[in-house]
């Protein structure tokens, strides 16, 4: 009950420090203030970083629950994210435009890009800005675990665990064991 108790007085009181980074950034609604603050907010170690850093997506992210954790160096380059209850995201994760499911495990180093044709070429082949791609949502779900260094380019199912290392170029479905790059979903035994 008292760890309980401090564990809500913790997320209020974060949520207050909060509260004027992200009404600078106008709540998300303003792209560059978001980012800014993302990045200052991914920089701050231990437990008050964890505590700030969910506060912070609380308050500016598409949908976040308090319940979530976002560790050290880990941030979202774009506010357009939705990130269910107990997801877990570890150490120097960086991750677009996403929807993570409930109790989703994501480890360290990980990227959740935000599909793959985020950069176009011209008619003379010279690569454009990003103003020039297209952002997709990339979708993870339910009860997922996303290994070490892993790529996610595209969509990966409920239930499905994706092999330290792996490049997910095409969409992984519900309950699979996908490893490799790029990553090619495993027979089951």
């Avoid at 978001?34 to 308050?59: E, N, Q, T, W």
């Avoid at 209850?85 to 495990?105: P, S």
């Avoid at 070429?121 to 800005?129: D, L, Q, V």
Wanted: with cysteine.
């Amino acid at each position: 009950m008292v760890k309980f108790a401090i564990k809500w007085i913790l997320r209020g009181a974060s949520l207050a420090a909060a509260f004027l980074p992200a009404a600078a950034s106008a709540f998300g609604a303003w792209e560059n203030g978001y980012v800014l603050f993302a990045h200052i907010y991914s920089l701050i170690p231990g437990i008050p970083g964890d505590y700030l850093r969910i506060a912070f997506y609380k308050l500016t992210l598409t949908e976040c629950d308090l319940s979530s954790r976002v560790s050290f160096g880990s941030f979202f380059a774009h506010p357009q994210v939705r990130l269910g209850a107990g997801v877990y995201i570890g150490c120097h994760c960086i991750l677009g435009k996403a929807v993570i499911g409930e109790r989703t495990q994501i480890a360290s180093g990980v990227q959740i890009l935000s599909g793959s044709r985020q950069h176009a070429r011209n008619e003379a082949g010279e690569i454009s800005g990003a103003e020039g791609g297209e952002f997709a949502v990339v979708e993870i779900g339910a009860n997922c675990w996303i290994g070490a260094a892993a790529i996610v380019m595209a969509s990966v199912g409920a239930g499905s665990t994706i092999g330290a290392g792996s490049v997910v170029t095409r969409p992984i479905p519900p309950d699979s064991v996908a490893v490799g790059s790029p990553a090619r979903v495993l027979p089951r035994a």
